[in-house]
């Protein structure tokens, strides 16, 4: 293998061995000529605005691949709480990056069904106030039905 394919290779930002394979970016997905993107990994206001509390079972104690339980605090007899949530100023702790710019969830596949379960604004034809209450506390605009698609794959000016 030459130096300037085996370059091609290593800089390859999709991991794929073929050198021209674009695959969609993990925050957009492709239908057709539309791309749909994950506004929420540019956002993340819902788990710095509300307390993310459910029931003890969803932990890793009681159900396989649950939710860490270094990452809760008891709130009751029945539920458990994301530690940080449970504050004043809220800030889930499996929450990494800044809030508005860039984030994700540290333990996406283990989250609880409150997490699982809340939808943003419009992103299945269906408006969520509690997503729009979040994102104008942390100064973002809400969402609207056509925040969640870009015409023929083209980014979004800003």
Same mark, same amino acid.
């Given at each position: 293998m030459n130096c300037r394919r085996y370059a091609r290779f290593m800089l390859n930002p999709?991991?794929?061995?073929?050198p021209f394979d674009r695959r969609p970016l993990p925050s957009e997905t492709q239908t057709g000529e539309t791309m749909v993107a994950n506004l929420c990994l540019s956002c993340g206001?819902?788990?710095? &605005?509300?307390?993310?509390? &459910?029931?003890?079972?969803?932990?890793?104690?009681?159900?396989?691949?649950?939710?860490?339980?270094?990452?809760?605090?008891?709130l009751n007899d029945f539920r458990l709480v994301m530690r940080g949530t449970e504050g004043a100023n809220p800030r889930c702790i499996a929450l990494l990056?800044?809030?508005?710019?860039?984030?994700?969830?540290?333990?996406?596949?283990r989250r609880a069904s409150v997490c699982r379960e809340f939808e943003p604004s419009w992103q299945n034809n269906a408006h969520n106030p509690l997503c729009d209450k979040a994102r104008l506390a942390w100064g973002l605009q809400p969402?609207?039905?056509?925040?969640?698609f870009n015409p023929k794959g083209f980014p979004k000016a800003a």
């Open positions: 999709f991991g794929s061995k073929t206001a819902c788990c710095a &605005f509300y307390r993310a509390s &459910f029931h003890w079972s969803e932990a890793e104690d009681h159900t396989a691949a649950g939710v860490p339980l270094k990452m809760t605090k008891k990056g800044d809030i508005s710019r860039s984030v994700r969830c540290s333990i996406y596949k969402l609207k039905p056509d925040s969640w």
